[in-house]
């Protein structure tokens, strides 16, 4: 960190935060020195900061205040994976906008209501957030009452990811060739269908006997997924030599928003469309199209 010559940053048991003496403490993200933390960073460093208590948004009891005091809470550092990032993003846009009310008494018909200007996705993805903040808000005496509970939004359709379709993923294996790693990225996407943060950090050690063992970040769970021949195939052709199968050009690991960054490039260099994601290969690895080619059903 010394190296980096980051000013404010402190760091506590693997968590990193920015710190102005007498200013709010806000939550880095990732690794030291990645992109997602040296974006977190300057922001952080080149925003107006704010005293506590200072201003009508931050006044003892407001939202604003609250969700400051949330950042730095063992629930909100307890979040995993792209999470902090996300609900973060979510919390500081209706802190911009409602930052100066009450706390305490937030009513229910306030969260019908602002739902009620959502589409489906972005409601589902408030009402977490806000839920999750609200109960620690609970157990800290902020609020009298939870205002999210038994308040529940239409599930979306989908996750709003486009679904590669068969010519796309044909196109991208026309211009990455086996032995490539943007084509080892695809087929780790495709044959495995786990998400990019889980994805970087799959190594050479967690496959044994035919079988991928797998700890999804997210949610916790363990997969046991066997290794499809053509996966095990596309590894061995692959250069690497690192334990993780996928690493950047210096050997370090990828952050999850570090890989995106990257795999888009693949993408735009194999000629296809800004739709097609990495996240959207999870559905086309399951496509019923994909299922009879890869396993003869």
Known sequence: MSKLNLRYVQSFGGYHYFRRRGWPRISLPGVVGSAEFMEAYQQALAAAPVAIGASKRSKPGSVSAAIAEY?????????????????????????????????????????????????????????????????????????????????????????????????????????????????????????????????????????????????????????????HPDLAAIIAATPVGHLTLLVTQTGKSYGANDFSEMFRWWCDAAGLPQRCVFHGLRKGGMHATRRRRMYGA
């Open 71 to 227: 950042y730095g809470s063992q629930a909100f550092r307890s979040l995993t994976g792209g999470t902090p990032a996300s609900r973060r993003a979510i919390l500081e846009k209706f802190r911009d906008k409602h930052g100066h009310l009450p706390l305490a008494s937030v009513p229910k018909e306030f969260v019908h209501a602002l739902l009620d200007t959502m589409l489906p996705h972005e409601a589902k993805n408030w009402l977490t957030a806000f839920r999750h903040f609200a109960r620690w808000a609970l157990e800290r005496k902020l609020m009298r009452n939870d205002p999210t509970l038994s308040v529940h939004v239409k599930r979306p359709k989908s996750d709003g990811f486009h679904t590669w379709a068969e010519q796309e993923i044909a196109q991208f294996e026309a211009r990455w060739s086996i032995g490539s790693k943007p084509r080892l990225a695809l087929a780790l996407g495709l044959f495995t269908a786990q998400r990019r943060g889980d994805v970087v950090r799959i190594g050479r050690q967690h496959i044994r006997d035919g079988v991928l063992t797998v700890r999804q970040a997210k949610t916790g769970a363990s997969l046991a997924i066997p290794l």
